[in-house]
């Protein structure tokens, strides 16, 4: 059983990129971030298109921002859109949807930015991570939460942890708020596997950020101990960030029970460019 999660920053001006990679990557099911779609648009756009791949849709979505989904080609039952008691800002968001696919409960999730430390968005974040925890606390063992978590779990999950100094996603609160969550007895997946590994998910689109290989690890996979112990490949596949109109972030893939292409990873293919020189690089809005 293939698991793939994606943030595709628009999953309209994502179908050119999106449907050939389900065609070439053949998962079997996926968890999209940021589809940036209502419910009924996302279904008029891609229904038949995933209906003869032979993928079920759980969708949870908004006009303009936000937005989750669930595509799987091995059941969809028990869908939930949203998360009960969940905080808003001020109103709920479409930022979380759920359903048990062969027996795994499967959570796509898209964790508020944070936008600045100590700011109300920020309090927010942590306040909707609380939630998500109360959420998969009841049944962490066979739960997998995939997708943007916006969060870089360590220091060596970004390029130069000096270049976030005072930035969110790097601050002692979001990574505790992700460490609760883990607490549940939930596994980082790629980072078991490729513990020492320079391994990024996503790259901002300005200053060359992804042919420097500047990037973050912000899209995890977290699964309980019955689901993490059939994992037998964890990668991120890079080469979705490639080319022509990508979103910014490349998809995560764990494979269970099976790997097709072999224990592949942690980044295929791999960057050609050395890690930067500690100081050496800052970010493009600083």
């Given at each position: ?11 309209k ?10 065609d070439?990557?053949?998962p ?11 419910d009924?648009?996302f279904v ?8 003869e791949?032979?993928?079920a ?25 949203g ?8 109103h709920p ?7 048990t696919?062969?027996g ?10 944070g ?6 968005h920020?309090r ?8 998500l ?30 270049a976030?100094?005072g ?8 990574r ?6 883990q ?7 790629v ?32 699964a ?12 991120v596949d ?16 764990v ?5 097709p292409?072999g224990d592949?990873?942690?980044v ?5 460019r ?11 809005q600083?």
């Amino acid at each position: 059983m293939r698991i793939a999660t994606w943030n595709v920053n628009s999953v309209k001006q994502r179908v050119p990129r999106l449907l050939p990679w389900l065609d070439e990557r053949q998962p079997d099911v996926v968890c999209l971030q940021e589809t940036k779609l209502a419910d009924d648009r996302f279904v008029e756009l891609l229904h038949d298109d995933l209906a003869e791949r032979g993928f079920a849709v759980a969708v949870h979505g908004e006009a303009q921002w936000n937005g989750v989904a669930i595509l799987s080609r091995v059941g969809l039952d028990d869908v939930v859109a949203g998360m009960p008691g969940a905080p808003g800002f001020p109103h709920p968001e479409a930022r979380a949807v759920s359903a048990t696919c062969a027996g795994i409960r499967v959570v796509s999730v898209y964790v508020p930015n944070g936008r600045a430390p100590g700011s109300e968005h920020y309090r927010y974040k942590l306040a909707w991570l609380a939630s998500l925890r109360d959420m998969v606390a009841a049944g962490a063992e066979t739960t997998v939460v995939c997708g943007d978590i916006n969060i870089a779990p360590a220091d060596a999950d970004v390029f130069d942890p000096d270049a976030f100094a005072g930035q969110t996603h790097v601050t002692a609160p979001e990574r505790a708020a992700l460490a609760e969550l883990q607490s549940l007895g939930l596994r980082d997946v790629v980072r078991d596997r490729w513990p020492d590994r320079r391994v990024f998910t996503y790259w901002d689109y300005r200053a060359g950020m992804f042919h420097q290989d500047l990037g973050m690890r912000i899209d995890l996979v977290l699964a309980g101990a019955t689901v993490a112990d059939r994992v037998r490949a964890a990668w991120v596949d890079r080469q979705a960030r490639k080319g022509s109109g990508p979103s910014d972030h490349a998809p995560v893939i764990v494979d269970l029970d099976q790997a097709p292409d072999g224990d592949v990873g942690p980044v295929v293919p791999p960057p050609s460019r050395p890690a930067a020189r500690r100081g050496s690089k800052r970010l493009p809005q600083a």
